[in-house]
């Protein structure tokens, strides 16, 4: 089954203690990203990758790097986590980043940092 | 800077009532929009993907309309069952940007009751 994958997918940690979102997607997709939905601002993009070794920011990366080693995988790191980055995040992917392309989303990891 | 409005916030219909959701954008240069369903637990379903050459795409009782010149697009159910509940995004593609990054509204939460 076509799917984009995350793990884990609820967490409780506490300021300061260093964290990796997994995700992992089977399509063979060149484009994945990052995003928060938080209520009342909706979703906004983290971090995205064009393709391996190719990452950029989005409209909110303070606090999170992430990496692209492999082209199915983009782990989301929260280095130093702080109660402002308790939020639900998603994965998401898509055949190519340069051309608008459907894309498909994870089932979001809830995150609260206390 | 393109935003994406979403109205209503909430909507709570009997069972078998058709039903409208809107979603304007402030940019019309917008490459493609496309509607998703979130359900709590289980991330984003892209539902339609409307490009920006086409007025309407249909799947089953979701009709999606887009008119780019007043930046509106509105979802249609046809028929609405319980099954349907759950929470309604639209997203912009912005036409010309680097990468495929989605402007989210912040959703309509849709309750069909039985």
């Not at chain 2, 050459?53 to 069952?81: F, H, M, P, V």
Request: net charge positive; charged share 15%.
């Amino acid at each position: 089954e076509a799917q984009v994958t995350q793990n884990p997918r609820y967490l409780i940690t506490v300021t300061g203690k260093k964290l990796t979102v997994t995700c992992s997607q089977n399509m063979n997709h060149e484009y994945m990203s990052w995003y928060r939905q938080d209520p009342g601002l909706g979703l906004r993009q983290i971090y995205y990758s064009m393709n391996v070794e190719v990452t950029d920011k989005g409209d909110v990366p303070e606090g999170y790097k992430v990496s692209r080693k492999e082209k199915r995988n983009f782990p989301l790191i929260l280095e130093s986590p702080s109660p402002n980055q308790t939020s639900l995040y998603f994965c998401a992917s898509s055949l190519s980043g340069r051309v608008s392309n459907e894309q498909f989303f994870g089932p979001g990891t809830r995150l609260t940092v206390l | 800077k393109q935003e994406v409005t979403q109205i209503p916030a909430a909507l709570s219909v009997p069972e078998g009532e058709n039903l409208v959701l809107n979603c304007s954008f402030t940019d019309s240069a917008i490459y493609n929009l496309q509607w998703f369903r979130q359900d709590p637990g289980k991330g984003l379903t892209s539902l339609l993907l409307i490009q920006s050459s086409q007025r309407e795409q249909t799947s089953g009782r979701l009709n999606a309309s887009l008119d780019k010149s007043s930046g509106r697009s509105t979802l249609y159910i046809a028929a609405s069952q319980p099954g349907d509940s759950a929470t309604y995004l639209c997203a912009a593609s912005l036409y010309g940007g680097a990468t495929n990054k989605l402007i989210f509204g912040t959703g309509t939460l849709l309750a069909v009751q039985p």
